[in-house]
């Protein structure tokens, strides 16, 4: 089983990253959480969740432990899958979404793309007395102005996670007209989620 990757990033984009060790590159899929904190990195060690499947071999990457620990509980739950995990840790950061769930918050899960009345039901009885065991670290992004290219790699972004081109460009509509100036393209992306 992987437990981490240490190497050269050599690619970065808000869905996955590729790094590269003794000259073998692996795909990892990331949360926008751990794109926010990689995004700038050129060597780094990211930590690993290795699903096997029989069609596929999956590794899911993160920057901090409790945000590894949060998607090992999330995939536990019954009909939660590795990328419902993924989209709501991208939706959401880990102590948002302990708090979420220790307030028994089912509105604020339904709000998240794939999660119906009762996955968010079903995720809130099953981890409410596991989350409070995650320790949550701070982190915040580096401010980008909003222009085109910042848009146009958020729209890549939610497109890659399979939302249509229509529903993207409304989401994002509404996200430019609530929101300040020079924010980061993940924040973009974790605000049009909200609308999606």
Same mark, same amino acid.
């Given at each position: *089983?992987?437990?981490? %990757?240490?190497?050269?990033?050599?690619?970065?984009?808000?869905?996955?990253?590729?790094?590269?060790?003794?000259?073998?590159? +692996?795909?990892?899929?990331?949360?926008?959480?751990? +794109?926010?904190?990689?995004?700038? @990195?050129?060597?780094?060690?990211?930590?690993?969740?290795?699903?096997?499947?029989?069609?596929?071999?999956?590794? +899911?990457?993160?920057?901090?432990?409790?945000?590894?620990? *949060?998607?090992? %509980?999330?995939?536990?739950?019954?009909?939660?899958?590795?990328?419902?995990?993924? *989209?709501?840790?991208?939706?959401?950061?880990?102590?948002?979404?302990?708090?979420?769930?220790?307030?028994?918050?089912?509105?604020? %899960?339904?709000?998240?793309?794939?999660?119906?009345?009762?996955?968010?039901?079903?995720?809130?009885?099953?981890?409410?007395?596991?989350?409070?065991?995650?320790?949550?670290?701070?982190?915040?992004?580096?401010?980008?102005?909003?222009?085109?290219?910042?848009?146009?790699?958020?729209? %890549?972004?939610?497109?890659?996670?399979?939302?249509?081109?229509?529903?993207?460009?409304?989401?994002?509509?509404?996200?430019?007209?609530?929101?300040?100036?020079?924010?980061?393209?993940?924040? @973009?992306?974790?605000?049009?989620?909200?609308?999606?």
């Amino acid at each position: *089983m992987i437990t981490h %990757l240490q190497g050269s990033i050599v690619e970065i984009t808000p869905t996955h990253a590729v790094v590269e060790c003794q000259g073998v590159g +692996y795909q990892v899929f990331i949360s926008l959480q751990t +794109y926010d904190l990689i995004q700038s @990195w050129k060597q780094g060690k990211l930590l690993v969740h290795q699903i096997i499947r029989e069609d596929a071999h999956q590794l +899911y990457g993160f920057a901090e432990e409790s945000e590894r620990e *949060m998607f090992r %509980l999330l995939i536990g739950v019954s009909g939660v899958g590795a990328a419902t995990a993924r *989209m709501i840790l991208s939706a959401s950061s880990v102590a948002d979404l302990q708090h979420t769930i220790l307030r028994e918050d089912v509105a604020s %899960l339904k709000r998240i793309k794939g999660i119906g009345a009762r996955s968010a039901e079903r995720i809130i009885v099953d981890l409410k007395d596991k989350v409070g065991k995650v320790v949550p670290s701070d982190f915040s992004g580096t401010a980008a102005q909003i222009d085109a290219p910042v848009r146009q790699e958020a729209t %890549l972004a939610l497109l890659a996670l399979g939302f249509t081109r229509a529903t993207i460009e409304k989401a994002l509509d509404r996200v430019s007209k609530e929101s300040p100036g020079n924010e980061p393209v993940e924040t @973009w992306i974790r605000k049009a989620l909200n609308f999606l």
